[in-house]
T-cell receptor, first 115, second 112 residues
């Protein structure tokens, strides 16, 4: 059982829809991450927030928009997505994003399907 | 930049047999190395990690891995496979900036 929760667990949306993914961590961490997991490909880091400040944007298209209102919550706002954006989106948290000494803890993911 | 190669996208073993999942890394500086496991419909769970010190690292569920600098490897082993070990396993490398690079994963199947 991890201390990172994600909602919804499954999402189907059309290319013109707007939706949001939510992540919440109950571990008292200060860093949160969004990853994309596509079939047959390694996990791709999308965004990193450390102490509510975005510290990494890994060349992610603007149709993905992150929001981190506080250290416990992270959102990923989606609009005008493409079918190739269908994937498992994983949220993670760690004590501090400046060092890999701190383990990243993952949520169960949101399975996104774009029609 | 650092990178990871996992040899074998699928590994199949019999219950009770040795599990060996291979991971080689590339890094210009001393790396931090990780193994994560992902069960169906779940997120990634840390099995073990190497940061500094002892090169043989013991993790959860009876798994261990050995950091071999000369071979740039961090292979994951378990002496005796259990049916519950069936999952996907990911090796990852980082160089202390928390920029973790994951391998493509190895799916482990355990046959009765």
């Amino acid at each position: 059982e991890t201390g990172v929760t994600q909602t919804p667990r499954h999402l189907v949306m059309g290319m013109t829809n707007k939706k949001s993914l939510k992540c919440e961590q109950h571990l008292g961490h200060n860093a949160m991450y969004w990853y994309k997991q596509s079939a047959k490909k390694p996990l791709e880091l999308m965004f990193v927030y450390n102490f509510k400040e975005q510290t990494e944007n890994n060349s992610v298209p603007s149709r993905f928009s992150p929001e981190c209102p506080n250290s416990s919550h992270l959102f990923l706002h989606l609009h005008t997505l493409q079918p190739e954006d269908s994937a498992l989106y994983l949220c993670a948290s760690s004590q501090d994003a400046t060092s890999s000494v701190y383990t990243q803890y993952f949520g169960p993911g949101t399975r996104l399907t774009v029609l | 930049a650092q990178s990871v190669t996992q040899l074998g996208s699928h590994v199949s073993v019999s219950e009770g047999a040795l599990v060996l999942l291979r991971c080689n890394y590339s890094s210009s500086v001393p790396p931090y190395l990780f193994w994560y496991v992902q069960y169906p419909n779940q997120g990634l769970q840390l099995l073990l990690k190497y940061t500094t010190g002892a090169t043989l690292v013991k993790g959860i569920n009876g798994f261990e891995a050995e950091f071999k600098k000369s071979e740039t490897s961090f292979h994951l082993t378990k002496p005796s496979a259990h049916m519950s070990d069936a999952a996907e396993y990911f090796c990852a490398v980082s160089v202390d900036n928390n920029d973790m690079r994951f391998g493509a994963g190895t799916r482990l199947t355990v046959k009765p």
